[in-house]
């Protein structure tokens, strides 16, 4: 690869966006309001899902760890919106950073990565996958959820 030209692989985002879709779907009622939260038991933490704000066919959340891992860091968060009508979800930022674009030049000032918007749709299917694979959900404490 080119060191100092980087491509976006739309393929591998697009798919990376539909998973997590698919992901979600399984995660989220479909009647849950905005300003609606839910929260997941993993390990000793806990993922919130907040609903930030609902659209015929877009839906903004906010996904989060309830208590940072490490004092000293901040809590990992990630705003993520989902396309109902393009079966897609995406990240549009992190931790409260501006929206993330699809690439930057490198070295930049802010120290992000090349592919940093890839890297952040991945993160997400990891949550979602961790949520779906150990997650408890803390609104009903007997529905332990399966893929």
């Not at 690869?1 to 479909?30: S, V, W």
Request: charged letters at 25%.
């Amino acid at each position: 690869m080119d060191k100092h030209h980087y491509r976006i692989d739309l393929n591998g985002h697009l798919a990376d966006c539909e998973m997590n879709y698919r992901r979600l779907q399984k995660l989220l009622p479909r009647d849950i309001p905005e300003g609606g939260c839910l929260r997941f038991a993993v390990a000793a933490n806990a993922v919130e899902l907040h609903v930030k704000e609902r659209a015929p066919y877009t839906t903004m959340i906010e996904l989060r760890l309830a208590k940072p891992l490490f004092a000293e860091l901040p809590t990992p968060t990630l705003q993520v919106r989902i396309y109902h009508d393009a079966n897609l979800a995406e990240v549009m930022g992190a931790r409260g950073l501006r929206p993330v674009k699809p690439r930057y030049e490198y070295p930049n000032v802010a120290m992000f990565h090349r592919d940093e918007k890839a890297q952040q749709n991945r993160y997400l299917g990891e949550w979602l996958s961790l949520c779906l694979r150990h997650g408890r959900s803390l609104e009903n404490p007997l529905n332990i959820l399966e893929i």
